[in-house]
């Protein structure tokens, strides 16, 4: 029983059952309290290749889980075009971690095609029966992801939620194009916040309500909420320091920077947890878009939802509630339960929660944080062209524009790593319109004038895109998710 709820200590779960469901029975999220205490090789680790690391690094983090080896290894041969899984490129004179080699150029590749081979083994493992099926909002790459990671994996069965107007028109085609026969996606119409409300909402009735009794049904969650789509990304925490390593850059107990493009604070709190397992991890830097409520919580300690939502160029990190921060609570304040169930009461009742000096400066000991706003990410994708000859997407420029403010502001000279979540093929019309080219046509005139701009090759599976025809065409209000959900379950459409 290595987790429990960051709630409170009464609800706690063997690992497989973790991944199984999701979620805490008390709406907590699950997390093992030890982590910083329980020795971990970490030097070892890092002489290993990209697959070895993984194997290591989630069999510490998910021990109950059997052939974590085999696993890891259909999770991830063949599916990523980089044979290091994340490759790191020297950029300027810092570096650029590539997340987006996966089979959907996006970093949440590197969880989801983890994910369903966990949740499989976990179902297994317990004696499971039911079809598990995968609930998920999506602003955008975790859907594709999801579905790719999911489709026609036996006993199970996925249904993704976006925001109708909120995603990229890529974004849009790569789901809509899914195929699959344990596949469904359909559009809401409200931002990403609606989704997830919706998503929540639904799980909360059917299982208050048992709707799904007697079904052989049950439902599961594929967002970073559930600890198998976290514990992957501690992966490539690894995989860039032993590139450092090997690149003579740094001697093993250096410190390493990392700066983060942040959403839903997954991705940096891995770098977290690396860091508990003894990684020389130095500052974590969160960069936020314009919807800036997490770097306004690490700068004051005061967490406020009650502003307007931005609708940003990187829309994958327009999010007001930042599920995975819940986790940081528990770890800051010492495991205490009482006092992340009260912020996250305040959150719900009154929109807002503070968190006082002690917990504020136990983070401010970790984390960093910046903003960059519309005109910045245009500015900074425009500056890494022209002065290294670098292309990033928009949430990496969010990243690239909060390490050069990092650095102008910091004591040391610790390298300095960029996590770059997305090919800038994911979103060409931003990516065009901030190098000053011409954005006529399609997504897809505008991917190939941006790869010959730039000389570039664009991935496969998004050039691929445009020979493929729409299988999704659903679509709903807001308030209508529980009930399509039922009805899709019921009427047994792919599952
Ligand atoms: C999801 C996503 C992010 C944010 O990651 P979190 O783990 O939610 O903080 C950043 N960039 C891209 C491209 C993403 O898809």
């Known amino acids: 029983m290595i987790y429990q709820s960051t709630r409170g200590a009464e609800f706690t779960a063997r690992d497989t059952e973790a991944v199984l469901r999701g979620i805490a029975p008390d709406g907590g999220l699950y997390i093992d309290p030890a982590l910083g205490s329980r020795p971990f090789d970490w030097r070892g680790c890092l002489a290993l290749p990209p697959l070895g690391m993984a194997e290591k690094i989630l069999a510490h983090l998910l021990p109950g889980f059997k052939d974590m080896d085999a696993l890891v290894h259909r999770a991830y041969e063949g599916k990523f075009s980089a044979p290091e899984l994340t490759p790191l490129v ?10 987006f080699h996966g089979p959907t150029s996006a970093f949440k590749d590197v969880a989801l095609s983890m994910l369903p081979r966990l949740m499989t083994a976990a179902r297994a493992q317990e004696g499971v029966e039911d079809k598990i099926i995968i609930l998920t909002a999506t602003s955008g790459d975790t859907g594709k992801a999801a579905l790719e990671g999911f489709r026609d994996v036996d006993g199970t069965g996925i249904i993704v939620f976006y925001p109708a107007d909120g995603v990229s028109p890529v974004q849009k085609a790569q789901m809509v194009t899914q195929e699959g026969d344990n596949v469904k996606v359909c559009a809401l119409r409200g931002n990403f916040d609606d989704c997830q409300r919706g ?3 639904c799980f909360a009735r059917i299982n208050r309500e048992a709707l799904l009794a007697g079904t052989g049904l049950r439902l599961s969650s594929a967002n970073s909420i559930n600890i198998g789509r976290l514990a992957p990304q501690v992966v490539y925490y690894f995989i860039a320091y032993g590139a450092l390593l090997r690149r003579g850059r ?50 004051t300690g005061v967490y406020d939802r009650r502003r307007d939502f931005i609708k940003t160029s990187s829309p994958s990190m327009d999010i007001l509630v930042s599920s995975n921060l819940e986790r940081l609570l528990f770890l800051a304040s010492g495991g205490d339960g ?3 169930k009260t912020c996250m009461e ?3 009742r009154d929109g807002v929660y503070s968190v006082g000096d002690a917990v504020l400066g136990s983070i401010r000991a970790q984390f960093s944080a910046y903003t960059c706003g519309e005109a910045g990410t245009a500015q900074t994708i425009a500056r890494v062209w022209r002065d290294y000859g670098y292309l990033c997407d928009p949430h990496t420029a969010v990243a690239f524009s909060a390490a050069e403010e990092y650095k102008a502001e910091r004591a040391g000279d610790a390298p300095v790593v960029v996590l ?8 060409p019309g931003a990516v065009l319109k901030a190098l000053g080219g011409d954005r006529s046509g399609d997504a897809f005139a505008q991917m190939d004038r941006l790869s010959r701009l730039a000389g570039v090759e664009i991935p496969g599976n998004l050039s691929g895109l445009k020979a493929k025809v729409p299988l999704h065409r659903d679509s709903i209000e807001k308030d209508g998710l529980t009930d399509y959900v039922l009805r899709v379950l019921s009427e047994r459409e792919g599952f």
């Open 90 to 99: 020297p950029v300027g004179e810092d570096y650029v971690l590539e997340l």
């Open 346 to 348: 305040n959150l719900a």
């Open 420 to 427: 770059s979540t997305a090919s800038p093929f994911k979103f």
């Open 338 to 340: 009482a006092f992340v």
């Open 199 to 201: 998503v929540k909402e």
């Open 250 to 299: 740094i001697k093993a107990g250096a410190w390493v920077d990392f700066v983060v493009p942040t959403g839903n604070f997954g991705d940096i709190l891995a770098g977290y947890f690396a860091k508990l397992m003894g990684l020389p991890v130095g500052r974590l830097v969160c960069a936020s878009n314009a919807n800036r409520i997490l770097t306004d919580f690490l700068c």
